[in-house]
């Protein structure tokens, strides 16, 4: 009796806890190769303190206001989805439809964008409500640039809505409000079928909590530091205590990143309108919150080792042919997800590329709302993307020939 018990017991450890472990490590080969090559420079002298002030400047200045933003937009998504009043406000004009897509576009991150793509799968919304979006998102890289240059930031954001809003209403207006929209019944194909490493996720793991517990303290401290308050003095700290500390709690976010048991299309796929999707408002944080800030250290590192190692004057490489770059910046937005996006955005924070390149890039990039896109409407989702590089060209190098 006894062994029987043993063993239903060692059963159940291994099907509950061991086998989901094992899994995720397989899963996250890549995550914990990273971790593993940040885990060396830190080892090393020559990279040591560039990597410690690199994971500090992207805990304090980059995911406090990453993990702020994303709470309280989706607590405020939530609230919307339970009352009808907005659908219904919607439903009398496409111009409504049009200005509420280039809002939400203007949102810093990829919730707002994927609304609208939900939503127009859905027939809710016109097809030039997707340009507008697409073309107003400047995806997960805006959370770095208005972190880090706020006035930028919001010049870069704004434009891109304002460009979003006109752009979405002559689009409507030249095909008609039908134009690309798909059947109602395309709407039972929202929940896609998403991997066993998601159901894992389906409740508040370990990085939700640590968000939970730590994001106001984090943000206070964040916000302090905005305002050029020496933080090791406020604190009556030891100079460079403050780094060391902002250094672990990001190190601490990317072993819960590397480890984690959410993959890239789940996090994308769940409407983050909604709570259907079953995962607590801090756990959604935290899984957008790590995946931005991990991509920020990488581009920040690439950035500083290049430096480093090459002693290359990248600011007088890229100078040599601005008209290029501004080019290859919007091309480089053509591609989706926001990893490539961050590392342009990078480029523009060091002065590597001018303002040009940087808005050909925000308005052209679609960010990580084109993965749900080219699911949930393929057709539509390239068509749009396309159209959103015309104006990206136009005022990228309008900018470049009056401006700079």
């Not at 280039?102 to 810093?108: E, F």
């Not at 919001?154 to 891109?160: E, I, N, Y």
């Not at 920020?296 to 500083?304: A, D, I, K």
């Not at 007088?316 to 501004?326: D, Q, R, T």
Request: net charge neutral; with cysteine.
């Amino acid at each position: 009796m006894q062994q029987t018990i043993q063993e239903r017991w060692r059963k159940t450890w291994v099907s509950d806890f061991v086998t989901p472990i094992k899994r995720r490590l397989i899963n996250n080969r890549a995550r914990l190769l990273f971790l593993a090559v940040i885990s060396g420079l830190l080892l090393g002298e020559p990279t040591r303190q560039l990597t410690f002030n690199v994971l500090a400047d992207a805990y304090w200045q980059v995911a406090s206001y990453v993990a702020a933003t994303l709470a309280l937009f989706y607590a405020i998504s939530v609230k919307l989805d339970r009352k009808e009043k907005l659908a219904s406000m919607l439903s009398k004009s496409p111009v409504y439809q049009v200005a509420f897509a280039s809002c939400l576009g203007g949102v810093p991150g990829c919730g707002g964008a994927i609304i609208v793509i939900t939503q127009f799968v859905k027939g809710r919304l016109t097809f030039g409500s997707v340009v507008a979006v697409l073309t107003a998102t400047m995806g997960d890289a805006a959370f770095l640039l208005l972190s880090t240059m706020p006035a930028s930031g919001f010049f870069v954001v704004t434009l891109s809505m304002v460009i979003g809003l006109l752009y979405g209403l002559l689009i409507d207006r030249i095909f008609g409000v039908d134009f690309m929209k798909p059947k109602i019944d395309q709407s039972l194909k929202l929940k896609p079928n998403v991997s066993s490493s998601h159901e894992l996720s389906s409740s508040m793991q370990p990085e939700g909590h640590f968000w939970k517990i730590l994001l106001w303290p984090t943000m206070l401290i964040a916000v302090l530091g905005s305002f050029q308050i020496d933080l090791d003095n406020f604190f009556n700290f030891q100079e460079g205590m403050m780094t060391l500390i902002g250094a672990g709690a990001l190190l601490a976010v990317m072993f819960l990143w590397a480890v984690g048991g959410d993959t890239e299309p789940s996090r994308l796929l769940d409407a983050p309108d909604s709570e259907k999707s079953g995962l607590p408002i801090f756990q959604r944080v935290a899984q957008e919150t790590n995946f931005v800030t991990c991509w920020v250290v990488l581009s920040f590192l690439l950035f500083e080792l290049v430096i480093l190692w090459t002693q290359t004057d990248l600011i007088a490489l890229f100078s040599e042919v601005p008209s290029l770059v501004v080019l290859i910046a919007v091309l480089i937005g053509l591609l989706p997800g926001c990893g490539p996006q961050i590392l342009v955005t990078t480029l523009f924070i060091n002065g590597v590329i001018p303002m040009s390149a940087q808005l050909g890039n925000a308005i052209s990039n679609d960010g990580d709302a084109l993965f749900p896109a080219i699911v949930l409407a393929p057709k539509a989702a390239i068509l749009a993307t396309i159209y959103t590089t015309l104006p990206a060209l136009v005022v990228a190098y309008g900018f470049y020939t009056f401006f700079e």
